[in-house]
């Protein structure tokens, strides 16, 4: 019995799937500084317009590009594993399947998006992409992509992992990249937040400000700001990864999946993975699909769903999304890419028509899981994907109790070799869990409560 | 055109490939601390027999157990890639292939022989394996390995690494390895070392004394040694590569190659790709096989080749080898791996009789190859892994003057996230290229002139 699949080049999917086509409900729009929907020519000066256009996409399936498919096969497809050892470990009746991001030169899916953008950037005659990061797996992934396809890059890091973790940094250098600490004083956001506050850690919202600031400010009009999460268009470049897992699935002789999982911060590696059975799922298919997220920063279990910026300074228009709030610092938990105040609206919107059931877990929960498929798998994974695992077990255990042999599938969706710090506070009993207080809830619905309201309309179906 | 080719599970090669039934003149045998041959028992406390057995063997095609070859799908097969883009870049006629050896949990080719020593180990009855790491690669691998196997691990690594390579060491935790600097005062060797130069980095030479002092000295005699490099059997383990290399190039469509080049510290990573291809060079294909060490550590290119024990306290048998004497300690490049005073028996013998051409490059070209490499392909390759690319990109140009087709091959043994410290340093200036001086050379010659001398037959064939 093989523990992992292949898919050859030419099996490659050529079309990405499209969830806004197949909502119950359509999403809400985004909203501009004057509460009417954006419209193209508003976000011209920060995307490019074949991408504003792929944002609002309604169409099911999207050609790849010939272009990008010659990006993406320098590591895909990636292989589709069964973890016959955690299975063992866990005496389970389940069959574990996870997809395998970590392949990646950068370590993790983010390439996915990184080189569709980028492409399409080069395409419509950019020369430079202005990003933000913040554990740094965005930043590589950008950084990467823009290398090969000739373009410079620069990506302003939350000050904090800038100083934790080197290797990140060190990484887009390599790739020609330029990483500044965030807040920096390159920007008039960042210079302000630095005469309020010159020691602060930085955050996700802060980054964002600045990166837009700086692509907006080119005078040469060649310059965009480039996005790894939470849009549309992301999770679209990301569905590659559920549709070659299908493909795998059938070559490992599995004709459906009970239950499909992956971590959750922005949304993106769970879309990837998830978003192609949400496609089943609205079509009869019986299968539950769980995004995951810290205790500690918890959009999707507790925060409303609600009109929000997606950064700190306001430069995003209004998305309509579960949010804790734009000005929502979380506290300091090692999985950076989970401490976002916000969700894709794709994903609140699915949430919302009780397409996807959101799980919270705390910090310590997920570094047992990771040792543990550490330990049988043999892989040690992000801190973000050590969430996903914690899930899977919860679920393996309860197919376990109900004597099920249930078909489960997830998205190890990146190794932790530049995360080990987090590993060794938690041998050292240095970690602990965060949950956050009511109050924190209750401040941040008070903080949106005079902006716009998206329309909650749902089909009730799910 | 595919840019890279796996195989399937099912066409992963089921025997390694033994150069020993092979070489025109046979190896000199070990030799003990009388000046005899050393015989299985007095190996016993040391390796397990059945280790001990394949150490010796000249079968030219050794099956592998249905067991380790459980535990290499984990990974394996690896993909071979084309390298289009180098071409590219290079504006080469040849065309470059590369075996991805970094896609292993640990991130490089290591992993091959740790998950078949501590299987035969296991089978043996042995609960605990000791060896030593230079820069982490080996030591991360062996823990990766006795992690799936149950089986207990203690790592001694150079203090250097120790201190510089948090990583790697906090790699080994994870995977419930044990890891101290080395020298340490857990030996008697290490205690001795400390005495005269408490502040010592360390070297692989100390280290590998410390490992073997503690494995035989455990009471219950369940405890044995492993080395990462230069036995026969690990040549022996590390063949898949190039076995499984031979099929993906006949899926790109090459009859024949033209140039072998792996980088070469102990040996390991370049055996497995080279010895299958050596094999064919014997019975008369044209093939040039390249070894690629470091100018600053140039054991084949300039050392004797020589009887001379494997570490610096002669607690190995006399080994026949090139050598630059067991006291030597190179001087502080980054690619620890290659920094061996030693080359593996096997590689040396091969050497001696004209199958193998080693050149030695400066670091600084390797860094810049290295960098070229991340540009194009997208993937930052361990510093030991930049020298065979440095070795491929002059001889792509070779091939760009002749105006030759040529067929390029060559291992891509690891990853270099764990070592993008070496990257920070080159991009800053502040790596420079180490000549030996020639009194260095004859310093080593003249320290090894009264042990004996081994057989420098040789056929004068190649």
Known sequence: M???????????????????????????PPLGPDGNPVTPDQLAPVFPMNLIEQEVSTERWID???GILELLVRWRPTPLHRAVYLEKALGTPAKIYYKNESVSPAGSHKPNTAVAQAWYNKEFGIKKLVTETGAGQWGSALSFATSLLGLEC??????????????????MQTWGGTCVASPSNETQAGRDILARNPDTPGSLGIAISEAIEEAVSDQSNTTRYSLGSVLNLVMLHQTIIGLESKKQLKKFGEDRVDVVIGC?????????LAFPFVHDKINGAEIDIIPVEPFSCPTMTKAPFVYDHGDTAKMTPLLPMYSLGHDFVPPPIHAGGLRYHGMAPLVSQAILEGLLTPKAIHQLECYKAAVLFAKT???IVAPETSHAIAAVIREAEKAGEEGKEKVILFNMSGHGLMDLNGYDRYFHGELHDYELPAEEIQRAEDALKDLPKPNMAKTGKW
Chains 1, 2 share one sequence.
């Open 264 to 272: 959750a911060g922005g949304g993106s590696n769970f879309a990837g």
């Open 377 to 379: 798998e043999g892989i």
């Open 2 to 28: 093989p523990v992992k699949v292949f898919l050859n080049e030419d099996e490659m999917p050529r079309q990405w799937y499209n969830l806004a086509a197949d909502l119950p409900t359509p999403l809400n």
């Open 64 to 66: 790849i590009p010939e």
């Open 154 to 171: 620069k990506v302003f890091m939350v000050r904090i992992s800038f100083d934790q973790k080197p290797g990140r940094k060190l990484m």
